[in-house]
């Protein structure tokens, strides 16, 4: 998995729910650094298996879509005259 390409804006968003959510839930005040080291390790150890979910997800909405275009051109078939 390619190493984590946010903009700083998107990334520092990230950091910021990770810090709430371990103060939420656990009432432990992460720090920025800790909270960048933890969503490099699940993006690294994990986040192949989000991603690839994500590409199944995508090929399952296009085959859908194909399906639905499919019969819209089946329907569209003319008898040959006779």
Not at 41 to 51: M, T
Request: aromatic residues 14%; hydrophobic residues 45%.
């Amino acid at each position: 998995m390619p190493k984590l390409d946010f903009s700083n804006e998107d990334q520092a968003a990230i950091v910021a729910e990770v810090r709430d959510y371990f103060l939420t839930e656990f009432e432990l005040d992460v720090g920025r650094f800790e909270a960048e080291a933890m969503l490099e390790f699940f993006a690294k150890e994990i986040g192949a298996h989000f991603y690839n979910r994500g590409l199944y997800d995508a090929q399952a909405v296009i085959t859908n879509q194909i399906e639905v275009i499919n019969d819209a051109i089946y329907q569209l078939e003319q008898s040959p005259g006779k």
